[in-house]
């Protein structure tokens, strides 16, 4: 047993932290866009945000026991690693930044007026549905990238390709959502 060996333990523990919170949260993004009454969409946003805790603990993981593993083999300066950190840095960005924010408005909207229309809207928001898809496929592009570790314009067009993926993945959540007929005193 070696301090590599270790690493790279709690390396694959944090990535199934990560995986399992992905999971979880895109379950709990599509109760809230399936739920009849905003006490449902409300149940399911808290399940989201409870999982979305567990985010940091898998980011720093990943970051500080691929980090070890990375300066014991080969140092920082592989085209692989700079892009597997580049995909990370995208997921952050994506789901605390973008898709977090969004998800915070909706909660507040559904918190003051229930299935309003900007609630309905906030339901199918491109940007916000595109954020959350994009995220899951840039985590397979990543592990794709750390197995395989391909060249610099490889490792550019595989995380480009997960861009593409996530954003076609999201277009069917741009419709209307099922709970369009909910009306407001329905939903309260």
């Keep these: 047993m070696t301090t590599y060996s270790i690493a790279l333990f709690f390396h694959l523990l944090s990535l199934l932290l990560a995986v399992a919170c992905t999971a979880l949260s895109s379950y709990a993004a599509l109760q809230v866009r399936a739920a009849d009454k905003a006490d449902k969409a409300k149940q399911a946003l808290a399940l989201s945000a409870g999982v979305e805790r567990l985010f940091p603990a898998a980011g720093i993981g990943l970051l500080v026991t691929g980090g070890y593993m990375a300066h014991s083999i080969s140092g920082w300066s592989e085209p692989w690693l700079l892009a597997s950190l580049i995909g990370l840095a995208s997921i ?7 898709d977090g924010r969004r998800k915070r408005a909706l909660g507040r909207e559904l918190h003051r007026h229930g299935f309003s229309d900007r609630a309905r809207a906030l339901l199918r928001d491109p940007v ?9 496929m840039l985590l397979l592009a990543v592990m794709f990238i750390m197995t395989t ?13 997960a861009g593409v993926a996530g954003t076609l993945s999201a277009l069917p959540f741009w419709q209307t959502p099922a709970v369009g007929n909910a009306t407001r005193a329905e939903a309260n």
Excluded: E, N, Q, Y
């Design 128 to 136: 916000a549905w595109t954020a959350k898809l994009t995220g899951p």
């Design 149 to 161: 570790k391909p060249t610099a314009a490889t490792s550019a067009g595989i995380l480009i390709l």
């Design 92 to 98: 952050v960005a994506l789901s605390a930044g973008i």
